[in-house]
Structures are given as structure tokens and as C-alpha cells.
């Protein structure tokens, strides 16, 4: 299982980015796709999820900010932000929770993080 990430950059407070993360390989289904960020000695946070159903979760500090959707089609999920701040200064990873077929013909469940792409909001 692949996860490509991307569309971190620098953008200045008040404004938005948009970040993406496919995944590919040999997967029966992404049960919950999610985005976590690790600011500088911070500890990894959840950001926000999205479940296969249409639930969502998000982290009180974004809410009302940052929407998360995802394209089943694709096995994408997206993360716009919009009003960042400059304490959203972090790498985002994301991460998908998902199945797929064991060697001995069961379906397994498995995590997968994604490499990070930077987000710096800056005055």
C-alpha cells in the first residue's frame, strides 16, 4: 500500500491550503481515512477523519476551519483549510485504516501512514 500526499506549502495567516492523499496498492476497502500533524516537540495529533460511511471527526482547534471529504472512487482524501493560522504550522500525515486479502484468503485489517508534507503559516 502506497499513500501519496501533497499540497502543503507557506501561505500567510487568513489563508487556505488544500492537501490530498491517495492510496493505491492491494486494498479491499478504506474504512477510515484520516489527517494527523506534528508541530516541532509537539506529540502527533489527529487533525481530522473520514469514514467510508460519510462520518467525520475533527480536532476542537479546526473545527469550523478545516473540512475533510474523501472520493471512495479514488481512495482519496482531502483536507481543505481555510482561516489558518499560524499555529496550524506543522507536518500533516495522513493515514488510512483498511483491508485487504491475507495470504491465507482472509480479509485483514491494517494502518498505513503516509509520508508528510509541510504546512507553514507565516506572519
Known amino acids: 500500500v502506497q499513500l501519496q500526499a501533497y499540497g502543503g506549502g507557506l501561505v500567510q495567516p487568513g489563508g487556505s491550503l488544500r492537501l490530498s492523499c491517495a492510496a493505491s496498492?492491494?486494498?479491499?476497502?478504506?474504512?477510515?481515512m484520516g489527517w494527523y500533524r506534528q508541530a516541532p516537540g509537539n506529540q502527533r495529533e489527529l487533525v481530522a477523519a473520514?469514514?467510508?460511511?460519510?462520518?467525520?471527526n475533527y480536532a476542537d482547534s479546526v473545527k469550523g476551519r478545516f473540512t475533510i471529504s474523501r472520493d471512495n472512487a479514488k481512495n482519496t482524501v482531502y483536507l481543505l483549510m481555510d482561516s489558518l493560522k499560524p499555529e496550524d504550522t506543522a507536518v500533516y500525515y495522513c493515514?488510512?485504516?483498511?483491508?485487504?486479502?491475507?495470504?491465507?484468503?482472509?480479509?485483514?485489517?491494517?494502518?498505513?501512514w503516509g509520508q508528510g508534507t509541510q504546512v507553514t503559516v507565516f506572519q
Open positions: 496498492g492491494s486494498i479491499v476497502s478504506i474504512r477510515v
Open positions: 473520514a469514514t467510508s460511511g460519510g462520518s467525520t
Open positions: 493515514k488510512a485504516e483498511y483491508t485487504y486479502w491475507g495470504m491465507d484468503g482472509k480479509v485483514r485489517n491494517a494502518g498505513y
